[in-house]
């Protein structure tokens, strides 16, 4: 029991979430990984960008997969979704804004 109520009336069934979980951050790290290489890698020939995208797209996935840890341990899965596709929307924001300027500091 948390906070006096039992949140196990209130989640969704653990496999449920875990393959939630996983629909997101494979979902995102998919489309994601697309888009920045089209964006920095391919579209601009910038083959120096292409070390830097599959960085990325690792690390917000990680990201995304750490914090559904975290807040499923420390909260619940439901808490654990929510923060999740939080975490993983402004890991990509926050990829596509670096790259975007180490694209311009790598170019031309």
């Not at 341990?73 to 923060?83: I, T």
């Given at each position: 029991m948390r906070n006096g109520s039992d949140s196990r009336q209130t989640d969704?069934?653990?496999?449920v979430s875990v393959v939630a979980i996983a629909l997101i951050v494979l979902a995102a790290a998919g489309v994601g990984f697309l888009l920045t290489t089209?964006?920095?890698?391919?579209?601009?020939?910038?083959?120096?960008m292409v070390a830097i995208?599959?960085?990325a797209a690792?690390?917000?996935a990680a990201l995304g997969l750490s914090v559904a840890a975290f807040a499923w341990?420390?909260?619940?899965?439901?808490?654990?979704?929510?923060?999740t596709a939080i975490a993983t929307a402004i890991g990509w924001a926050v990829v596509i804004a670096v790259e975007f300027v180490l694209s311009f500091s790598l170019g031309a």
């Open positions: 969704p069934a653990p496999i089209f964006l920095f890698a391919f579209s601009s020939g910038q083959f120096r995208v599959n960085g690792l690390a917000v341990r420390f909260g619940s899965a439901s808490a654990a979704l929510k923060w």
